[in-house]
């Protein structure tokens, strides 16, 4: 694709998102990257420290809900691609607070697609050279059974609770754009991500802080819900080359080849993390403790990423143990990093510099 080069990433503070962002401004030095990010609890620019210097990165401070501010922001930069991933993501909050998710990921979606359409539409080449690249998740498919199923491309959509509910909408906004419109536009769904700079109230880490402090490890129901996982960093490597490759109007859905039991997954959790603080082995299991469990909690997910391997080459780099080792080992060589996030350090993090904008 023979873009201009200029890259908006919305939620580039989150975990996703920062490891797109890393990635693109490294690897693409004549790209200029806008970083949009409204900064929400799991927002943190510590995240992008090791770039922020460079020249072909900004940071904008923004709530993609502002369709005023998303329109002058298309405007002020000049874009020609975008890849969105801002979003409210959390299930168990979606569950508490079902309108912030609907606000966001669905109202959020649509202020920047429609502030995309307009400024598009008013250039001499239109659509030409422009991509909207959304980044959806698998639970928007709903449930499998351990029948041996896969989620595909062709999957009819079954959400099962707010957050998935919410990210269905969107997609569909995405898709509706290009068929009302002919925007260009692409679709990708995915399994969980693990790695480095995860926010701490998702599992895997978690799970690591917590054999950290010999904290209890809570387990839903008896652990047996079953998820595909995906090392982050590979997740950014699909983004980068669907965005490239991807052919337009298209879905592609990116998932790791790793099934996982919860149960067995929070095992070789405490086993890594324990052989790396020196434990003996088994000395956390007893922190396991079995909790209600969850509404709306879906069986198994697993994703099938053939079409993305056949038709653009891409599959992941690592497996899960390979993967959760190197995982684990950020997180403990890194404990100032989550240290700050479970004090609220983070949240004041560039508090001055960004104050008012």
Known sequence: MNLKKNILITGGAGFIGSHVVRLFV?????????????????????????IEANP?????????????QMRELMNTYQIDGIIHLAAESHVDRSIKD??????????????????????????????????FYHISTDEV??????????????????????????KAGSDHFVRAYHDTYGMPTIVTNCSNNYGPYQFPEKLIPLFINNIRHGKPLPVYGKGENVRDWLYVVDHARAIDTIFHEGKIADTYNIGG????????????IIKTVDKLLGNTEGASDHLITYVTDRKGHDLRYAIDSTKLKDELKWEPSLQFEEGIEKTVKWYLENQEWMDNITSGEYERYYEEMYKGK
């Open 257 to 268: 080849f790793n099934e996982w039991k919860n149960l067995d997954l929070i095992k070789v």
């Open 26 to 50: 490294t690897k693409y030095p004549d790209y200029h990257i806008i970083n949009l990010d409204k900064l929400t609890y799991a927002g943190n620019l510590a995240n992008l420290k090791d």
């Open 56 to 68: 072909n990165y900004t940071f904008v401070k923004a709530d993609i809900c502002d369709f005023d």
């Open 98 to 131: 079902p309108f912030t998710f609907a606000q966001t990921n669905v109202m959020g979606t649509l202020s920047l697609l429609q502030a995309a359409k307009l400024y598009w539409e008013s250039l001499p080449e239109g659509y030409t050279n422009k991509r």
């Open 141 to 166: 498919y709903g449930a499998l059974q351990f029948d041996g199923t896969f989620f595909t491309e062709t999957t009819k959509y079954d959400p099962h609770s707010p957050y998935s509910a919410s």
